[in-house]
């Protein structure tokens, strides 16, 4: 039997299978993420499961990057995709006078590397650790010609960043500051409802931001002074608590929505 091309199954204890790869180079072990990932629901692999899900990990690579640390930047050849496992990941570009936008925040299930012209559009930088599914463009366009579930789960997910781009376009021209820390806290809430598998109707709920208060006000073009006051107004009106710097008590999760819609 060629140990290059074994897929060892075994029996867990709970009676579920597990699985070990033989990569094929010293014949050293490639450790089984697929199977244990929690990010797997929200993921490019998502539509996948027993040896399509195996065959498709194969093709992939983990990798642990560390707060600060640069996963690609603007301009840099566009050579891996990225599936986000575990932590969060800053989007920005810099302006020519030196200013920066931060066009998004990435964490577990999201889809990373899409570039125009070969080369990527942004910096990609971890804000916490955060540990990515690699993938390189080769491997990801086989999977993409070979197995439709992928195909498929890709066009969900462009679909999905299309309609965010638009509506984040309508947040930045036309939403009071308010509006727009009451929408961002509500987008972290319903993303954490998502990867945790939590029912939507919760009304309270405990939000974790890594980044800092620069990058939101980066992220939502306001100044770091308005963001503080503005969130200072949330936490007053009884909304929100504030836990510490980084954790965010939702207490009125359907109030917040209606600040966030110019409702309230």
Known sequence: MNPDNVIDQAKAAN??????????????PKKDYCSVCGAH?????????????IEFGQKSQHKTFQPGQMLFGEYDDANYFYTVVSGEVRLSRMLDD?????????????????????????DAEAID???VCQFSVANLNASL??????????????????????????LLGRKTPVEKIANFFCERAYRKFQIEGKPEDC??????????????????????????????????????????????????????????????
Request: aromatic share 4%; glycine share 8%; net charge negative.
């Open 145 to 170: 010609e070979e197995i439709n579930e992928v195909q498929t789960r890709l066009m969900e997910m462009m679909r999905t960043e299309v309609i965010n781009l638009q509506n984040h376009m309508l």
């Open 41 to 53: 629901d929200l993921a490019l692999c998502s539509g996948l499961s027993g040896e399509k899900l």
């Open 203 to 264: 009304n309270s709920v405990e939000i974790k931001l890594p980044m800092s208060r620069t990058d939101i006000a980066d992220f939502l073009g306001l100044t770091i002074e308005t963001v503080s006051r503005t969130i200072t107004k949330l936490r007053k009106r009884g909304v929100i608590e504030l836990k510490t710097s980084q954790i965010v008590d939702i207490q009125d999760l359907y109030e917040l929505q209606l600040l966030a819609d110019g409702d309230a």
């Open 98 to 122: 030196g200013r920066r936008q931060i066009t998004g925040f990435k964490s577990a299930g999201d889809f990373l590397g899409l570039s125009t012209d070969k080369h990527y559009t942004a």
């Open 129 to 131: 650790e955060v540990t």
């Open 15 to 28: 009676g579920c299978a597990t699985y070990s790869f033989l990569p094929g180079r010293g014949n050293q």
